[in-house]
């Protein structure tokens, strides 16, 4: 009877953990503050919340392109973060944590994009990925 107890399924290994993002104090506060976001993606080209502000602001002035392009910088950097914290490409990236915040921002904003250019597939990858981070983000 292998893969069943009492008829029925367990995983032995359990769910994969929550991947928690380090806090970027400086960067956090330049744009709390009110730095101009593009100044603080210079000065901090990792931090996706950074990215994520240019991508809202592009996205709200019907810069779809340069959201997208925003967007997709952010998500990048933010998988880079992710995996050098554990991240093995799925498992839980809560909202509830505020450092993983500018990773989801910029997923959220590259979707939003990728709607608006009529990218079907990416938009549908991109749901899907906020619904494996934290299912209370995905539409």
């Known amino acids: 009877?292998?893969?069943?107890?009492?008829?029925?399924?367990?995983d032995?290994?359990?769910p994969p953990p929550e991947t928690l993002l380090p806090a970027h104090p400086e960067a956090?506060?330049?744009l709390a503050g009110g730095t101009p976001p593009a100044e603080v993606a210079a000065?901090?080209?990792t931090v996706s919340a950074a990215w994520a502000a240019l991508a809202e602001d592009a996205l709200a002035g019907g810069r779809v392109i340069e959201a997208y392009a925003y967007g997709r910088t952010g998500y990048h950097?933010?998988?880079?973060?992710?995996?050098?914290?554990?991240?093995?490409?799925?498992?839980?990236?809560?909202?509830?944590?505020e450092p993983n915040r500018g990773f989801?921002?910029?997923?959220?904003?590259?979707?939003?994009?990728s709607e608006a250019i009529g990218e079907t597939a990416e938009t549908t990858r991109l749901t899907d990925l906020l619904r494996d981070c934290d299912p209370t983000l995905a539409p």
């Open 12 to 14: 032995l290994l359990g």
């Open 77 to 97: 950097r933010g998988l880079d973060a992710l995996r050098r914290n554990g991240w093995k490409g799925y498992g839980p990236v809560p909202w509830r944590h």
């Open 43 to 45: 000065a901090h080209p």
């Open 1 to 10: 009877m292998t893969g069943h107890l009492g008829g029925a399924h367990r």
């Open 104 to 113: 989801l921002r910029c997923v959220i904003e590259l979707a939003k994009a």
């Open 28 to 30: 956090d506060a330049a």
